[in-house]
Protein backbone atom coordinates (compact mmCIF):
# COMPACT_ATOMS: atom_id res chain seq x y z
CA UNK A 1 0.00 0.00 0.00
CA UNK A 2 0.81 3.68 -0.88
CA UNK A 3 0.09 6.84 -1.03
CA UNK A 4 2.24 9.30 -2.01
CA UNK A 5 1.93 13.25 -1.71
CA UNK A 6 2.89 15.75 -3.87
CA UNK A 7 2.25 19.55 -4.85
CA UNK A 8 3.72 21.60 -1.80
CA UNK A 9 5.98 24.27 -1.88
CA UNK A 10 6.12 27.88 -0.11
CA UNK A 11 3.53 29.89 -1.33
CA UNK A 12 2.32 33.53 -0.53
CA UNK A 13 -0.44 34.67 1.56
CA UNK A 14 -3.41 34.18 -1.05
CA UNK A 15 -1.94 32.43 -3.26
CA UNK A 16 -3.70 28.77 -4.26
CA UNK A 17 -1.28 25.52 -4.33
CA UNK A 18 -2.94 21.88 -5.45
CA UNK A 19 -1.92 18.81 -3.58
CA UNK A 20 -1.68 15.18 -5.32
CA UNK A 21 -2.20 12.17 -3.51
CA UNK A 22 -1.25 9.11 -5.77
CA UNK A 23 -3.05 5.67 -4.34
CA UNK A 24 -1.57 1.87 -4.72
CA UNK A 25 -1.65 -1.36 -3.54
CA UNK A 26 -5.31 -1.37 -2.62
CA UNK A 27 -8.83 -1.00 -3.90
CA UNK A 28 -9.16 2.85 -3.84
CA UNK A 29 -12.25 3.10 -4.79
CA UNK A 30 -13.36 1.27 -1.80
CA UNK A 31 -12.14 3.86 0.38
CA UNK A 32 -13.15 7.99 1.71
CA UNK A 33 -10.04 9.94 1.49
CA UNK A 34 -9.03 12.73 3.60
CA UNK A 35 -6.49 15.31 3.67
CA UNK A 36 -4.80 16.28 7.38
CA UNK A 37 -2.30 18.64 8.02
CA UNK A 38 -0.27 19.09 11.39
CA UNK A 39 1.62 22.34 12.09
CA UNK A 40 4.34 22.67 14.76
CA UNK A 41 3.59 22.02 17.92
CA UNK A 42 -0.24 21.18 17.26
CA UNK A 43 -2.61 17.93 17.05
CA UNK A 44 -3.06 16.34 13.44
CA UNK A 45 -6.50 18.01 12.12
CA UNK A 46 -8.71 16.82 9.32
CA UNK A 47 -9.36 19.66 6.39
CA UNK A 48 -11.11 17.82 3.98
CA UNK A 49 -12.80 14.25 3.43
CA UNK A 50 -14.31 12.67 0.23
CA UNK A 51 -16.57 9.94 -0.09
CA UNK A 52 -15.57 6.55 -1.55
CA UNK A 53 -17.12 7.51 -5.18
CA UNK A 54 -16.53 11.13 -5.06
CA UNK A 55 -20.26 12.10 -4.41
CA UNK A 56 -19.74 14.38 -1.17
CA UNK A 57 -16.92 15.89 0.01
CA UNK A 58 -16.87 18.06 3.42
CA UNK A 59 -14.38 20.47 5.14
CA UNK A 60 -13.18 22.08 8.47
CA UNK A 61 -14.32 25.42 9.20
CA UNK A 62 -11.47 26.74 8.94
CA UNK A 63 -10.76 25.87 5.12
CA UNK A 64 -14.95 25.58 3.86
CA UNK A 65 -14.86 28.05 0.73
CA UNK A 66 -11.15 27.93 -0.03
CA UNK A 67 -10.33 24.38 0.06
CA UNK A 68 -11.71 22.05 -2.62
CA UNK A 69 -11.07 18.18 -2.34
CA UNK A 70 -11.91 16.09 -5.42
CA UNK A 71 -10.92 12.68 -6.75
CA UNK A 72 -10.36 10.15 -9.66
CA UNK A 73 -10.89 6.79 -9.49
CA UNK A 74 -9.60 5.77 -12.70
CA UNK A 75 -6.57 7.16 -12.18
CA UNK A 76 -6.27 6.63 -8.06
CA UNK A 77 -5.96 10.15 -7.19
CA UNK A 78 -6.84 12.77 -4.86
CA UNK A 79 -6.54 16.32 -4.91
CA UNK A 80 -6.68 19.32 -2.26
CA UNK A 81 -6.98 22.63 -4.43
CA UNK A 82 -6.05 25.52 -2.03
CA UNK A 83 -6.91 29.05 -2.17
CA UNK A 84 -6.82 32.30 -0.30
CA UNK A 85 -3.77 30.47 1.57
CA UNK A 86 -2.95 32.47 4.84
CA UNK A 87 0.30 32.13 6.90
CA UNK A 88 -1.96 29.40 9.31
CA UNK A 89 -2.68 27.20 6.69
CA UNK A 90 1.20 26.38 7.13
CA UNK A 91 1.49 22.59 7.59
CA UNK A 92 2.18 19.27 6.63
CA UNK A 93 -0.43 18.25 4.48
CA UNK A 94 -1.10 13.90 4.98
CA UNK A 95 -3.42 12.02 2.49
CA UNK A 96 -5.40 9.58 4.70
CA UNK A 97 -7.08 6.55 3.17
CA UNK A 98 -9.84 4.94 5.37
CA UNK A 99 -12.22 1.89 4.61
CA UNK A 100 -13.37 -0.35 2.79
CA UNK A 101 -16.43 1.47 2.79
CA UNK A 102 -18.13 -1.96 2.56
CA UNK A 103 -16.64 -3.89 5.93
CA UNK A 104 -18.23 -2.30 9.37
CA UNK A 105 -14.91 -3.74 11.22
CA UNK A 106 -11.86 -3.28 11.28
CA UNK A 107 -11.41 -0.68 9.37
CA UNK A 108 -7.63 -0.07 7.42
CA UNK A 109 -6.11 3.23 8.20
CA UNK A 110 -3.43 4.11 5.62
CA UNK A 111 -1.48 7.27 5.74
CA UNK A 112 1.11 8.86 2.78
CA UNK A 113 4.51 10.54 4.34
CA UNK A 114 2.91 14.15 4.08
CA UNK A 115 4.38 17.34 2.04
CA UNK A 116 5.18 20.26 3.26
CA UNK A 117 2.47 23.70 2.49
CA UNK A 118 4.64 26.93 3.43
CA UNK A 119 2.56 30.31 3.61
CA UNK A 120 4.79 33.19 4.11
CA UNK A 121 5.62 36.55 2.20
Known amino acids: VQLVESGGGLVQPGGSLRLSCAASGFTFSDYAMNWYRQAPGKERERVAA????????NYADSTKGRFTMSRDNVKKMVYLQMNSLKPEDTAVYYC???????????????WGQGTQVTVSS
Open 96 to 110: NANGPTWRLAPKSDY
Open 50 to 57: ITSAGSSA
